[in-house]
């Protein structure tokens, strides 16, 4: 695509949102979408984004958070912090996609690292979420193995692995060699593990959908 095309499509995109907000034109959502549908056939990633918002929101179209989710997606592929945002709402909420807790979270901390109005506290929330998530399924399970998924601490195989897991003294996440088992040493770097620190059972990898 051109310079004068992506200018071009800029312009349609400017006269959708001026629709849409009731800023320098009527009010009318369906005049907009027709706009915003123009620009974001073309590419234009502001548009792909707004698209989806209005049809999460059914501004000018029946609300179809399904419809939205694709649009969205493409929106936040292409780096964009507010559509990244907006996607990880989904993923927290279930809306048009499989409901994803840590995908959420991974989508607002990058759009926090954007700088993205709002989206370091939304960050924030969602791991508060995720941190009372993680409590109740190991209360809820067996103390018997250290079990561990690509995302999170599954299963214990202590009580001492218990509390530090909870306190995220231990905890999984992403290193150059993948998902890990982390933890601090005794300088307060990030050490990666193999086996519980403190009854020396080693960690087995398991699918988060594991049934116990």
């Keep these: 695509m051109s310079e004068k095309d992506g200018s071009d499509l800029e312009s349609v995109y400017t006269v959708g949102m001026a629709y849409m907000t009731g800023s320098g034109r009527p009010l009318d959502y369906r ?18 984004r707004d ?7 059914g501004l000018g179209v029946p609300p179809n958070a399904e419809k939205a989710y694709p649009l969205m997606k493409t929106a936040s592929d292409a780096l964009d912090p507010n559509a990244m945002y907006h996607l990880a709402l989904m993923y927290e909420t279930g809306a048009g996609v499989e409901r994803d807790l840590y995908e ?21 929330r969602i791991e508060g979420e995720i941190d ?10 067996p103390i018997l193995k250290l079990e561990i998924s690509d995302v999170d601490i599954e299963a214990v195989c202590c009580k001492s692995m218990l509390d530090a897991a909870v306190a995220k003294d231990v905890y999984v996440d992403e290193t150059y060699m993948g998902p890990m088992l982390l933890t601090e040493d005794e300088n307060g770097d990030e050490a990666a593990i193999t086996e519980c620190p403190f009854c020396k059972t080693k960690a087995v990898r398991v699918r988060r959908d594991k049934k116990y």
Excluded: C, H, W
């Design 51 to 57: 698209l989806a918002v209005a049809y999460l929101n």
């Design 132 to 141: 009372g998530e993680r409590k109740r399924r190991l209360f809820s399970r």
């Design 31 to 48: 005049e907009g979408i027709k706009y915003l549908q123009k620009a974001a056939d073309g590419g234009f990633v502001p548009a792909i």
């Design 104 to 124: 959420a979270l991974r989508l607002m901390a990058y759009s926090a690292g954007m700088n993205f109005t709002g989206a370091a506290e939304e960050a924030d």
